[in-house]
Nanobody, 126 residues
Framework: QVQLVESGGGLVQAGGSLRLSCAAS????????MGWFRQAPGKERDFVAA????????YYATSVKGRFTVGRDNAKNTMYLQMNSLPPEDTAVYYC???????????????????WGQGTQVTVSS
């Protein structure tokens, strides 16, 4: 079992930045990939970014590429998401997830992740 807890969400003005963190506990040495997803009211949960266990490969949704950066520190069992140049459309609940993912085509698939955090609200005001 892996437990995930997100933090760092909040209210920010358009054009601003936020840094989300995801702290993992439990079976953190299992070699899991980790990802960020987000869900706006009335919409499906969408892929945002993902990172392999070693951190050598990262994946981004087209809508956030160039603005968001995902990273992880396995020594601290933590994953990060640096979000810059935020527009109001980025408003959503952001979730971190972990799972045994090894194929590049699977990193953006909700169903491939076994563990999820409770989410953190990000609100971007115009």
């Amino acid at each position: 079992q892996v437990q995930l807890v997100e933090s760092g969400g909040g209210l920010v003005q358009a054009g601003g930045s936020l840094r989300l963190s995801c702290a993992a506990s439990g079976r953190t040495g299992s070699g899991y990939a980790m990802g960020w997803f987000r869900q706006a009211p009335g919409k499906e949960r969408d892929f945002v970014a993902a990172i392999t266990w070693t951190g050598t490969s990262t994946y981004y949704a087209t809508s956030v590429k160039g603005r968001f950066t995902v990273g992880r520190d396995n020594a601290k069992n933590t994953m990060y998401l640096q979000m810059n140049s935020l527009p109001p459309e980025d408003t959503a609940v952001y979730y971190c997830a972990a799972g045994p993912i090894f194929r590049s085509v699977d990193y953006d698939a909700v169903r491939r992740y076994d563990y999820w955090g409770q989410g953190t609200q990000v609100t971007v005001s115009s």
